[in-house]
């Protein structure tokens, strides 16, 4: 059968020929778009439940939040694992999936089971989901520096202007704040003077409410004009919260939110912060990746954004990248580019030296980026990434890619050398790739089926090592086709003129000198 298919190829070069640059192209357009990033993704397919209780403390957040998340998640479908965690303030419960589900599946399924728990939480309290996001999504980190400004008002410029607009950016889920200050209204209330005035604490807390609002009036005509009516109320200022009615004492006199508390602008309770290099607090962002983005792309728009949004920024304010996963993801593809450049070299090296015939060594050179863009083509319709494992998987096949091609030329050679002008060209390089290409076609897939005990790690190790085993079994299985196809068809075309015989190479009657007293 190979033997049938290397004939059919050598009578159809035409076709061979034009189906070899559907495939450049194919390769090339799945290069263009297979999502590049720097490791595998070893993350669980999992949904974070965050909920936020202020005030209360872990025990509480347990009993009334946390639990009632918990027992009600272990209904949903294909959930393997529920873990709750409680805290000051604020709870986290964990849904994590079994390999394989949909993360935006999961994510919609998790959502219609929060409906069937939000009657059992405490009043006000509403959970939402983390972002989608992986473990692996943390691609990039920022901090702001400033000789002229304060920890506060850096992180007003993070949370009220930067943050917002890089969440804008394609491909990014959620961009986390941290370090510096939480500005604040802060009302301290006397309770010696809520006591003189007969105020309780609840009123204090509904006059601050019912204060901070605006509201509609409907409309007054005037003049066939219409004039919308609005009552503002919406706190702006210290002052505003300052002359805040509470009420009346007995004579008449008003009673205001200055007269039982003092009232300042202050930083929020801090459960952290951020420091950079041991120099000091810091205010930073950090660009979280949605799920399935390529990670060099969403980098790459990022700095694009930054670079736009310097201008806006307050004299003196300045952006300083502290981590950039680029770096890394482009050191893994010059790796790639340098190992096929490398064994190209060693390829041409070879033909010549021992052949001296620099058109043969053409034939070793074209099929290895053949392979590799074959690699490409079924990874991006498989949905792998460019990663160190997978980019590894095809620098590890590199060097056996090869190999059919430098013994399909060398026995070429061979036949060239004793039967030419005997037979036609082609019959000629017909004979010698039905010779060896049988044997080479299966040795090569031999070398592919030996990484398939890989396929059948799971979990972590799997998830790690498998687009490894994927790329070297794809690169393996695409040159074992171009070994049966394309290079008889390459051989015909460039291995032609003067073919030396082995006895007339220096280098061959050198080495066969030394070899024939062993």
Same mark, same amino acid.
């Given at each position: 059968m190979i033997e049938k298919i290397i004939e059919y190829s050598i009578k159809n070069k035409f076709l061979v020929i034009l189906m070899t640059l559907f495939v450049v192209a194919a390769g090339i357009y799945a290069m263009l778009k297979t999502p590049l990033d720097a490791i595998p993704d070893l993350s669980d397919v999992q949904v974070i439940i965050f909920t936020e209780y202020s005030g209360q403390a872990p025990q509480v957040v347990e009993d009334q939040v946390t639990y009632p998340l918990t027992t009600a998640m272990l209904a949903v479908p294909f959930a393997k694992v529920v873990r709750g965690y409680s805290f000051f303030g604020f709870s986290f419960v964990y849904i994590i999936f079994e390999d394989g589900t949909d993360m935006y599946w999961a994510r919609s399924r998790v959502l219609e089971y929060l409906n069937y728990v939000a009657g059992r939480l405490p009043a006000g309290v509403t959970p939402s989901l983390g972002p989608d996001a992986t473990g692996v999504g943390w691609v990039y980190e920022y901090i702001l520096e400033s000789d002229r400004h304060d920890l506060a008002q850096l992180r007003s410029i993070q949370d009220w202007f930067l943050r917002y607009e890089l969440t804008g950016v394609p491909g990014v889920a959620e961009v986390a704040s941290i370090g510096g200050f939480v500005k604040q209204y802060q009302v301290i209330v006397d309770p010696n003077k809520l006591l003189a005035f007969n105020i309780p604490l609840q009123k204090v807390k509904m006059a601050i409410q019912r204060s901070n609002n605006d509201v509609g009036g409907r409309l007054v005509e005037m003049g066939e004009t219409e004039f919308m009516v609005r009552g503002l109320g919406y706190i702006k200022s210290v002052a505003d919260l300052q002359n805040i009615p509470l009420g009346v004492v007995e004579k008449g006199t008003s009673v205001l939110l200055r007269n039982i508390a003092t009232i300042k602008i202050g930083p929020e309770l801090r459960r952290g912060l951020a420091d950079y290099n041991g120099t000091g607090e810091v205010v930073g962002g950090i660009i979280v990746m949605r799920y399935g983005e390529?990670?060099?792309?969403?980098?790459?728009?990022?700095?694009?954004?930054?670079?736009?949004?310097?201008?806006?920024?307050?004299?003196?304010?300045?952006?300083?990248? #502290?981590?950039?996963?680029?770096? !890394?993801?482009? /050191?893994?593809?010059?790796?790639?580019?340098? +190992? =096929?450049?490398?064994?190209? %070299?060693?390829?041409?090296? #070879?033909?010549?030296?021992?052949? !001296?015939?620099? /058109?043969?060594?053409?034939?070793?050179?074209? +099929? =290895?980026?053949?392979?590799? %863009?074959?690699s490409f083509i079924i990874m991006e319709w498989q949905g792998i990434n460019a990663n160190i494992m997978s980019?590894?998987?095809?620098?590890?096949?590199?060097?056996?890619?090869?190999?059919?091609?430098?013994?399909?030329?060398?026995?070429?050679?061979?036949?060239?050398e004793h039967d030419a002008g005997k037979k036609p060209h082609w019959e000629l390089i017909a004979d010698a790739s039905k010779e060896v290409g049988p044997a080479l076609f299966f040795s090569l897939l031999i070398i592919a089926v030996s990484f398939l005990p890989v396929f059948t790690l799971e979990a972590q190790e799997g998830r790690l090592f498998r687009p490894l085993a994927f790329t070297k079994t794809y690169a393996m299985l695409g040159s074992s086709l171009l070994a049966v196809t394309v290079v008889p068809v390459l051989m015909g075309y460039w291995i032609r003129g003067k073919i030396r015989p082995e006895e007339k190479n220096p280098v061959n009657r050198f080495l066969i000198w030394i070899y024939h007293p062993i």
């Open positions: 390529n990670a060099l792309q969403v980098i790459q728009n990022v700095k694009t954004k930054l670079e736009q949004l310097k201008a806006g920024l307050p004299q003196g304010v300045t952006i300083k990248p #502290v981590y950039d996963r680029s770096a !890394l993801i482009l /050191r893994a593809i010059d790796n790639l580019k340098r +190992t =096929l450049v490398e064994e190209s %070299l060693i390829v041409a090296l #070879v033909c010549i030296i021992f052949l !001296l015939h620099f /058109r043969s060594a053409l034939v070793g050179i074209i +099929t =290895l980026p053949l392979g590799v %863009l074959i980019l590894g998987g095809i620098a590890i096949a590199v060097g056996a890619m090869v190999d059919a091609a430098i013994v399909m030329i060398e026995n070429a050679h061979k036949h060239i």
